[in-house]
């Protein structure tokens, strides 16, 4: 018999960076204690010493009796009924190497907005394959949900989607908080896939804010970037956008492109601004996810990519050397 998921089930978090940190602030809202695995040693450290991370929203502080710290990611795992997974995509394969427990019993929720580099990979499409995880048993965390936010208790809107409806109120209610609203649907492809493509999006804002593009033409490269994403989520429904909700797929794209909290469009700055790529991946402190989703472009077809030119234009950028300004001017033409 499966396994019935409520409010009494335990949960655990996987990571250490600032939306992990965010996440277990507003766990502990709910939950007596969290299982939080921290490989960091002087994360971990800080957290054990003064109950706050030292490297990620450290003005935030802990109740160091309401988190269950662990260097063991199987002794972490094992402990939990609802896992998140909150950290970089880049990073997914290497965190869970040595895990040895199954997942297959939990409820995983996937708060990763990018792709696994190596493989092409979408998070849910490589947890399915590689860990035996059902869509009942995967759940996909996301919306316009900046950490730094968050974790101070500013409203925020979160999305969650899941095939099994009963799973997904029992995530939901482990989120639950005065300043979060929660929205839930089944459709977990979709919303991951925007979440991922939006950050390409944000880092070609970050450039033409770089490069000293003015507020018009910005306005006019979100639009853009709106119709792209639309084309390669549903073709079929480019002129029907009413189908999506707009939180989820906009309100996610226009904080990513906006916000000076988005690493993206701060790594898309850097670049505007003169830096090459590597340098400006190299002055960030945080991975913008963005850089590694871009290579996806490269696996569509020429028709594809005649459709989604400011996609393309940061596939050449980021990848193929493509020098910024002649990116950016002939992008200026095929615009509208």
């Given at each position: 018999?499966?396994?019935v998921?409520?409010?009494?089930?335990?949960?655990?978090?996987?990571?250490?960076?600032?939306?992990?940190?965010?996440?277990?602030?507003?766990?502990?809202r709910?939950?007596?204690?969290?299982?939080?695995?921290?490989?960091?040693?002087?994360?971990l450290?800080?957290?054990?010493?003064?109950?706050?991370?030292?490297?990620?929203?450290?003005?935030?502080?802990?109740?160091?009796n309401?988190?269950?710290?662990?260097?063991?990611?199987?002794?972490?795992?094992?402990?939990?009924?609802?896992?998140?997974l909150?950290?970089?995509?880049?990073?997914?394969?290497?965190?869970?190497s040595?895990?040895?427990?199954?997942?297959?019993?939990?409820?995983?929720?996937s708060?990763?907005?990018?792709?696994?580099?190596d493989?092409?990979?979408?998070?849910?499409d490589?947890?399915?394959?590689?860990?035996?995880?059902?869509?009942?048993?995967?759940?996909?965390?996301c919306?316009?949900?900046?950490?730094?936010?968050?974790?101070h208790?500013?409203?925020?809107?979160?999305?969650?989607?899941?095939?099994?409806?009963?799973?997904?109120?029992?995530?939901?209610?482990?989120?639950?908080?005065?300043?979060?609203k929660?929205?839930?649907?089944?459709?977990?492809?979709?919303?991951?896939?925007?979440?991922v493509?939006?950050?390409?999006?944000?880092?070609?804002?970050?450039?033409?804010?770089?490069l000293?593009?003015?507020?018009?033409?910005?306005?006019?490269?979100?639009?853009?970037?709106?119709?792209?994403?639309?084309?390669?989520?549903?073709?079929?429904?480019?002129?029907?956008?009413?189908k999506?909700?707009?939180s989820n797929?906009?309100?996610d794209?226009?904080?990513?492109?906006?916000?000076?909290h988005?690493?993206?469009?701060?790594?898309g700055?850097?670049?505007?601004?003169?830096?090459?790529v590597?340098?400006?991946?190299?002055?960030?402190?945080?991975?913008?996810?963005?850089?590694?989703?871009?290579?996806?472009?490269?696996?569509?077809?020429?028709?594809?990519?005649?459709?989604?030119?400011?996609?393309?234009?940061?596939?050449?950028?980021l990848?193929?050397?493509?020098?910024?300004?002649?990116?950016?001017?002939d992008?200026?033409?095929?615009?509208?």
């Open positions: 018999m499966d396994k998921f409520k409010e009494t089930s335990r949960c655990a978090v996987i990571g250490h960076g600032s939306w992990a940190t965010a996440l277990v602030k507003v766990l502990t709910n939950e007596l204690t969290v299982g939080w695995y921290v490989r960091n040693a002087e994360v450290e800080s957290l054990r010493n003064e109950g706050s991370n030292c490297r990620y929203l450290s003005e935030l502080e802990f109740d160091k309401r988190i269950r710290l662990s260097d063991d990611l199987n002794a972490t795992v094992s402990d939990a009924d609802i896992i998140f909150v950290m970089p995509a880049a990073y997914l394969k290497n965190y869970l040595d895990l040895q427990v199954s997942l297959k019993e939990k409820i995983v929720v708060a990763i907005k990018g792709i696994l580099p493989e092409n990979m979408f998070v849910t490589y947890l399915k394959q590689y860990y035996g995880l059902s869509d009942e048993r995967l759940c996909l965390l919306g316009p949900t900046h950490a730094e936010e968050v974790g208790g500013q409203l925020t809107y979160l999305t969650l989607a899941c095939r099994d409806v009963v799973n997904i109120r029992a995530v939901g209610e482990k989120l639950r908080a005065p300043f979060i929660i929205s839930c649907q089944k459709d977990v492809d979709y919303l991951e896939r925007s979440s493509l939006k950050n390409i999006y944000a880092i070609m804002v970050g450039i033409a804010v770089g000293g593009y003015g507020d018009n033409f910005i306005s006019v490269l979100v639009s853009n970037c709106i119709k792209e994403m639309y084309y390669l989520l549903d073709p079929q429904s480019i002129n029907d956008l009413t999506f909700n707009p797929f906009f309100g794209l226009l904080v990513s492109c906006y916000s000076s988005s690493r993206n469009r701060q790594l700055m850097l670049i505007g601004r003169g830096n090459t590597k340098t400006a991946l190299n002055e960030m402190t945080m991975v913008a996810e963005g850089y590694f989703a871009s290579k996806l472009v490269g696996t569509l077809s020429e028709e594809q990519r005649q459709r989604m030119p400011i996609a393309e234009a940061a596939y050449g950028i990848h193929q050397n493509l020098p910024v300004r002649k990116a950016m001017k992008l200026e033409e095929r615009l509208n």
